[in-house]
Structure formats: structure tokens, C-alpha cells
């Protein structure tokens, strides 16, 4: 280690507050109010019809949802139609994307296209739904709500039917359905309504199970598959769908056990045994761990099975001993303890469990104590576009309130026809999203089973990457203590506790304290990725497993980190480090940004409140400040995978991207522009009046002609320091 030169630390000290200057043109607007009153204006009267026809058991506060939806070319956040909404007495309760082909566009490229647009959830009163009517239709409208108005595409009554989202269960029983209400942490009424409204129909919603996200109530609710169609007339009924089952508890992919493999314990304590992370399964049952991991469990959770024991127990393995790569190899000495939360049982996955399994893990989160966490389980169901599952709401808000590094398998369902989209959690923007990759060698792939993206957006590269999970050809070799003995396993289960111990070996192998978005960004920055490979299989590439690799500089290369807060109304200038030396040859560039953003469950198409407007100015040096395109959209995935929105990719939450430069002036003390956008419930708000957010840059420079370019830039920009490794160990591949 003491010829290599390591990561800079301290980056965030270079970085200075800086104006930045915004020019925007007039806005082209597709209809004319006239065409805007003749599309909507019969829309608008059956909305008040189908809202007067309600029982009044369906609308608590005599309030009907209904639909909006912006044309294509007012999705961003700055168009919402607030002044409209106010003026006639309604209120918007959420959001999700549509796809849509306008009837006129503002870009005559534009025309035939099917585009994504914003379509908004609106409750108000029939006398409300009068009052927009009225507005519409009178002769002097003020100049700024006749633009909101243009601004609308459509406006539609919400049919039961199209709140249900997948196949209704067989026969006439009751069968398990979660529903996600309109309804926010004071509103109560509308809980109480639904719930009266339920037990109308016979059935039953499990108010001790409900769960608070945002402006969303989580719900699970017995009834028929009749009685449920019926239920989503309660107009405050969002999305009700069969109660999915959980992935842990029916397992698919087997093991088998390796006589020849070590199965010796390591016989010293965890680097750092004041740290430990928390890790949710099926449970230890055995004291074999007992020097690293302490388990707990639950009233409901003391009957186990040996399934879902051995399941648990390689984790947790995976986590603390690592993967063993041969016949010779060992099994290595953990980085940090373990809490094992047993929050499974033989019954999981049915009926409310879903519901309770999560409620044990948000518990034991919120206790502020863990900065690493591991999921290998999860509701197994793809994910959808138009709606925020209750463990990814719930998850990501945790996560961002603790700052905690969360590792979420994606799902093993990779190979299964209409179901292989990366599943919940695993859509998390504040977590790593773990896919498998079948070896552990070069020529390696996703492994046929490991679900696929993309993610919604924003969270659109999802996996995040991928580390290796097991195949057929070569299993994945883990210590079993159950068994006594190793065994070879596939599933992303195991992927995912193998990079979150990576990520603690790098907080534990070096004293410079890193926050958990700094250790999710220099995952993502040393991410090893194939251009031959579809993002949607492998997002950012595969994962480093030596967390050696991640403090180390490669050779003639400095990388160097920032990391910090983007503060209220603030603009940070990052200098990208460079000696004072004329780059005449190639040089290259390689950044990485995340932050960890705080979220609006109940508006899926603007999930993030938080977001990045990166500008890449490369002569800022010689005083132009001419920008040039870096993280463009083509970072993520290709156009022609997906038409974009316009105002998208700033509300990303993990960019990264490597660019070459080339001839003496390409390059003149570059810097990142970093702006630091905000929003809530859908609305543009004032930065000044926006959360902090936690952010990191990794950036790794190199040029052809300066090989010496790490002590160069130490010796220009002393400020930097190399992070002190404490421990040295690597891992044989």
C-alpha cells in the first residue's frame, strides 16, 4: 500500500458559493383558450355529475377526485397550475406520469409522438368543480390564469376500474388487498370514512396495520374481488392491488453443499466492533455467529423454519465472512457486527405480514442507530410507473432522514416473462438497488434470474449495478453455518449484503469518516461497466468487491472527493483539480455525483424533492464561462430506449459519467456549476426555504502527457490530503 497513491480527501474545501445566471424565452403555448374551453368544458360537467352521483359514504367532506393533465410541454415543475386550483376553492393530492399523444404540439417534431406528461389527482367540492367551470367560461380572465388554463390537456372522473392494478383473485371469499388512500398524517376523516365505507361492503380494512408515507395512508383490506371494485368508488381511493407475496418466503433458486470448501470461522472480532449494521431475514437460530452478529426477534416471529433460517444465516454470512473464491481461500475477517433483525416467519408473505414485516423494519431504522443496512427481501411484484409501492415510500424516507446506506436485492424474477422488472424496494432513489452478475470473472453478464430496469423516473438507471450473485456455471460459495458447512447459492439475496460489505470495509478501513451518499458515489464512480450490456441490466456496471480499490487512485490518475450539504439557497462552484501544466495530449475526466433526496411519495412523477442542475464550464479558468454538456441524458440510457422528459434528468438523485478531452485549450481550470433545485408536493419552492441535502462528487482526472499528475495536484492544491487507511486487506479473484 505505501507505493499507491490514494483517494484526496477534503475536496468540499476548494468549493465556493457562485451566482449563477439563468435566461429563459417565452413559452409557446399549443392551444388557444378557446380550444381549451371546448375540450374541457364537457369533461368538467361530467365531473361534477359523476361527483353528485357519489354516495355521500364515498366522498368524506363532500370532496370528489378527479384527474388533470398538463399537455407535454408544461410538465415542469414551475407550470403547476396553483393560481387555477386556488381560485376555484380545489387542491391538488398527488401526481403521476401518463404517456400521451397531445393533439397539438409546440414542436412540430413533437407531433404524433406519445410523450410523458404530468397527470394531477384534484380534490374538491362539487360547488369547487362549479367554480372552475365558471372560471373557464368567463370573458375576462386575468392574463396568469389564462396561461395555467392553457397549459391543461385533459381533465377526467377516475372509473373504479382503473384503480385496480392486477388480476383480481379467483372465487368469492375474501381475499388481501393494499390500498393506498389520498389521505395525509392530519387527515384522519378521510382513514375513518374509508374504513366505514369498507365495512359497508363486508369487508374489513386493517387500520392497526396502516402505515403514514407523505400525503399517502397504506392500507391492507379484506374483501371479495366484487366487493373491491366497489370499494374504489371511495373517491379518495388511489390504487388497490392483490396483497403480494413476499420473495423470502417462497424461494426458488436451491443450494447445494461443498465438502471441499473452508468452514473455519475467523478467530478474530470485527475491525470496528462499535459499528454494526442491520440486517432484516429469516432469522440466525444458532449461536455460531454469536462473535459478530446478535439476533432479534419477535412475538410473531419465534416460530421459524429451516428455509428461511438458512436463508438468513447466508446473508449475514455474506455480509460479515465475504464470498470464498476457491478451494484455498478463507473466510475473511468481518469488517463491522451485525444486528440480525428476525422479522420472518413460516406464515410471511401472507395476508397482513407484508404490512408487518415492513412496520419492523421502519421501527427498528427510525431508532437513528444504523448507517448500513441490508435487504434481500421484499414484496414480490415489478414495479409500476404511475405508483410508489408503501416499503420503497416508506424505505427511502427512512433512509434519508438517517442518512443510512441501504443495499436492496432486486428481485429473482429476471428470467419470468412480464414480471422481470426490478421489484419494491428496489426502486428506492436512496438506496443501492443490487442486480447479480453471473461469475465473478471478466467475461461476465447479469445472471439470467436478476430482475431488469429500468426504475421510474426519477430513479431512472436502476439496478443501480450489480455484483455476483451465482449462476449454474458458478455458484456463489458462502459459509452456511445451519449446515456447518459451505454451500453454492444463487440470488441477488447474496449480492446485495456482498456490496454492502464492501461499502463497510471502506468506512472501516480508513479513518476518514465518509457519509453514507459519499460511499454510494464511490461505489457507483469505480463501477465496472461494459458498453456491450444494456444499462437496464447492469445499471452503472459491476460493483468493486476489495474495498481497497475504491481508496486507491489507478495509475497516472488523481481522484479526489467532495462531499457535504447543499445548503438553502445555495450554489456551489466545484474546481475540477488540475496541475499548472498546458495539457497538450489526451486527458479524461470521470465524476460522479448523488445526493440524498428527500421524497413526495404521493406525486410519482416528481417522487424527489430534491434535485441537480450540474453545469460542466471547462475554461472557466481563463475567465469563460461557456458551459458544455456532461452528464447530457444520453448518461443514463439511450434515447432510443426512452422518450425523456424534458425537465427530467435534473431531478436524479446519482449521476455519473467519464468524457475525453483533447488539444491544449480544451481544458482551462474546469469546474462543476452545481445547483441545487427544490420542490415539494409537485410545486417549484423557493431555495431558500428548501431542506438541506446531503450530496458527493467523486471525480477522477488523467491526462496522456503528465504521468505525475496525483503529486502534481497535491502539491498545487495542498488543501487535499490522502484518506489514511487503517487496515489492509485484500480480496483474492
Avoid at 474545501?13 to 399549443?30: C, D, V
Avoid at 414484496?379 to 432522514?401: F, G, K, Y
Avoid at 464492501?502 to 458515489?521: D, F, W
Avoid at 491526462?703 to 487503517?726: G, S
Wanted: hydrophobic letters at 35%.
Amino acid at each position: 500500500m505505501a507505493d499507491r497513491n490514494l483517494l484526496l480527501g477534503k475536496g468540499e474545501a476548494l468549493a465556493t458559493a457562485k451566482e449563477i445566471k439563468r435566461n429563459s424565452g417565452p413559452k409557446k403555448y399549443p392551444y388557444t383558450l378557446e380550444e381549451i374551453r371546448a375540450e374541457i368544458s364537457s369533461s368538467l360537467e361530467q365531473v361534477q355529475l359523476s361527483l353528485s352521483a357519489l354516495p355521500k359514504a364515498a366522498k368524506p367532506r363532500g370532496e370528489g377526485v378527479f384527474e388533470l393533465t398538463l399537455h407535454p410541454a408544461f410538465l415542469a415543475k414551475s407550470y403547476f397550475p396553483k393560481r387555477i386550483l386556488k381560485k376555484a376553492g380545489l387542491r391538488d393530492v398527488g401526481s403521476k406520469e401518463t404517456s400521451i399523444v397531445p393533439r397539438q404540439v409546440t414542436d412540430i417534431r413533437d407531433a404524433g409522438k406519445l410523450q410523458a406528461t404530468a397527470t394531477l389527482f384534484i380534490a374538491g367540492t362539487e360547488s369547487a368543480v362549479a367554480n372552475l367551470r365558471g372560471l373557464l367560461k368567463s370573458s375576462d380572465i386575468p392574463a396568469t390564469l389564462e396561461k395555467e388554463l392553457k397549459e391543461i390537456e385533459s381533465v377526467r372522473w377516475i372509473q373504479n376500474e382503473s384503480k385496480i392494478r392486477g388480476p383480481l383473485p379467483q372465487g368469492d371469499g375474501p381475499h388481501a388487498f393494499e390500498v393506498a388512500l389520498h389521505a395525509g398524517s392530519d387527515e384522519e376523516d378521510i382513514v375513518a370514512s374509508f374504513s366505514d365505507f369498507v365495512k359497508a361492503h363486508s369487508g374489513k380494512a386493517d387500520l392497526k396495520r396502516r402505515i403514514k408515507v407523505g400525503g399517502l395512508t397504506f392500507i391492507p383490506v379484506y374483501a371479495s374481488s366484487e366487493a373491491i371494485v366497489a370499494i374504489a368508488s371511495h373517491t379518495f381511493l388511489r390504487v388497490a392491488r392483490p396483497m403480494p407475496e413476499l420473495r423470502i418466503a417462497h424461494p426458488t433458486l436451491a443450494r447445494s453443499t461443498l465438502a471441499n470448501y473452508s468452514t473455519t470461522l475467523p478467530s478474530h472480532a470485527a475491525i470496528a466492533p462499535d459499528k454494526a449494521a442491520a440486517i432484516f431475514d429469516g432469522g440466525l437460530g444458532t449461536t455460531d455467529l454469536a462473535g459478530w452478529a446478535t439476533e432479534y426477534y419477535y412475538e410473531d416471529t419465534g416460530d421459524t423454519n429451516g428455509q428461511l433460517l438458512m436463508h438468513g444465516n447466508e446473508v449475514t454470512s455474506t455480509f460479515l465472512f465475504g464470498r470464498l473464491a476457491s478451494e484455498v481461500d478463507e473466510l475473511k475477517r468481518p469488517y463491522m457486527n451485525v444486528h440480525h433483525y428476525r422479522v420472518l416467519s413460516p406464515i410471511s408473505g401472507r395476508d397482513p405480514d407484508l404490512f408487518d414485516v415492513l412496520i419492523k423494519i421502519r421501527d427498528a431504522l427510525d431508532s437513528g442507530e444504523y448507517k448500513f443496512t441490508n435487504l434481500s427481501l421484499g414484496p414480490r411484484m415489478p414495479i409500476n410507473d404511475e405508483e410508489v409501492h408503501a416499503w420503497t415510500a416508506t424505505l427511502d424516507q427512512v433512509c434519508s432522514r438517517h442518512g443510512i446506506l441501504a443495499t436492496v436485492a432486486v428481485g429473482n424474477d429476471g428470467d419470468v416473462e412480464g414480471a422481470n422488472r426490478i421489484q419494491p424496494p428496489g426502486d428506492m432513489v436512496n438506496a443501492l438497488a443490487i442486480g447479480a452478475a453471473d461469475t465473478s470473472g471478466t467475461k461476465w453478464k447479469r445472471a439470467e434470474y436478476s430482475c431488469v430496469g429500468p426504475g421510474r423516473s426519477p430513479g431512472y438507471v436502476k439496478p443501480d449495478g450489480v455484483a455476483f450473485g451465482g449462476s449454474d456455471a458458478e455458484p456463489f460459495k458462502v459459509f452456511n453455518p445451519i449446515l456447518g458447512s459451505t454451500v453454492g447459492v444463487q440470488g441477488t439475496s447474496y449480492s446485495a449484503p456482498l456490496t454492502l460489505r464492501t461499502a463497510a470495509g471502506v468506512a472501516c478501513s480508513t479513518s476518514y469518516e465518509m457519509t453514507a451518499i459519499a460511499l454510494k458515489a464511490l461505489l457507483v464512480h469505480h463501477s465496472e461497466y461494459k458498453r456491450t450490456i444494456s444499462r437496464n441490466e447492469v445499471g452503472w456496471g459491476r460493483f468493486q468487491e476489495d474495498p481497497l480499490v475504491l481508496l486507491e487512485c489507478p495509475d497516472s490518475s488523481a481522484t479526489i472527493i467532495f462531499q457535504g450539504q447543499l445548503e438553502k439557497g445555495q450554489y456551489l462552484r466545484c474546481p475540477i483539480p488540475f496541475p499548472d501544466i498546458p495539457i497538450t495530449g489526451k486527458a479524461q475526466i470521470k465524476a460522479t455525483f448523488c445526493i440524498q433526496a428527500h421524497t413526495d411519495p404521493e406525486h410519482a412523477i416528481n417522487y424527489t424533492r430534491s434535485g441537480m442542475g450540474v453545469v460542466f464550464r471547462p475554461k472557466a479558468g481563463a475567465g469563460i464561462e461557456t458551459s458544455k454538456d456532461f452528464f447530457g441524458r444520453g448518461s443514463q440510457y439511450k434515447m432510443t430506449e426512452r422518450q425523456f422528459r424534458d425537465d427530467a434528468h435534473k431531478w436524479e438523485t446519482c449521476l455519473h459519467r467519464d468524457r475525453s478531452f483533447d488539444g491544449e485549450d480544451s481544458l482551462v481550470g474546469p469546474v462543476f456549476d452545481i445547483e441545487y433545485h427544490a420542490r415539494e408536493s409537485s410545486r417549484g419552492i423557493s431555495p431558500s426555504s428548501a431542506p438541506d441535502v446531503n450530496y458527493a462528487l467523486i471525480v477522477t482526472v488523467q491526462a496522456d502527457d503528465i504521468p505525475d499528475i496525483y503529486n502534481l495536484i497535491r502539491q498545487k492544491y495542498q488543501i487535499l490530503q490522502p484518506v489514511e487507511v487503517t487496515v489492509e486487506t485484500t480480496i483474492t479473484t
